[in-house]
T-cell receptor, first 114, second 112 residues
């Protein structure tokens, strides 16, 4: 039972490079989320998708784009990476259509932007 | 401003030494509170949801309680495998809509 799978696990980018973080869930959940986790701060929501075909901005969306490819997959794209985007990125899913249901997290992508 | 504060930031216990972690909040429109456990290099893992003051949930050595201003995660007779970072998250509704705000976490170390 894989749950939420994120790829890659680690990535180093140079300033200005682009990349896409991939996320897939096998729990048939409606909602999917992207969070970032920085030292000394709580998890912060970047974007979420309450259902297939919809996406909405979270607390810190600037510099990111997302795509809900289908019910299983939700990708996060950095078009022009900046050092401030160095972080650990977590994808999560939940069975409900909002943030009121417990979240199931992947194991994260550790991104360093130099 | 809606805020969630966890204390202490770090806690060291001996095996079998019971203690409590605190999650206090100043929010309007509280709809629920979640506790998660996070192991190093892993994503958070859901533990409990509490919806109203007075509610309690238990799982093995952990018991979560909720009042109108704070939640406690009580750890009874902890074992080294309980070592992890514990996160609380508050679900609220404000003028901007519904939001989930995470605390910074308490890192628990249990030594044998």
């Amino acid at each position: 039972n894989a749950g939420v799978t994120q790829t890659p696990k680690f990535q180093v980018l140079k300033t200005g490079q682009s990349m896409t973080l991939q996320c897939a869930q096998d729990m048939n959940h409606n909602s999917m989320y992207w969070y970032r986790q920085d030292p000394g701060m709580g998890l912060r929501l970047i974007y979420y998708s309450a259902s297939e075909g919809t996406t909405d901005k979270g607390e810190v969306p600037n510099g990111y784009n997302v795509s809900r490819l289908n019910k299983r997959e939700f990708s996060l794209r950095l078009e022009s990476a900046a050092p401030s985007q160095t972080s650990v990125y977590f994808c999560a899913s939940s069975s409900g259509t909002g943030v009121g249901s417990p979240l199931h997290f992947g194991n994260g992508t550790r991104l360093t932007v130099t | 401003e809606d805020q969630v504060t966890q204390s202490p930031e770090a806690l060291r216990l001996q095996e079998g030494e019971s203690s409590s972690l605190n999650c206090s909040y100043t929010v309007s429109g509280l709809r629920g509170l979640f506790w998660y456990r996070q192991d190093p290099g892993k994503g958070p893992e859901f533990l409990f949801t509490l919806y109203s003051a007075g509610e309690e949930k238990e799982k093995e050595r952990l018991k979560a309680t909720l009042t109108k201003k704070e939640s406690f995660l009580h750890i009874t007779a902890p074992k080294p495998e309980d070592s992890a970072t514990y996160l609380c998250a508050v679900l609220l509704t404000n003028q901007a809509g519904t939001a989930l705000i995470f605390g910074k976490g308490t890192t628990l170390s249990v030594s044998s």
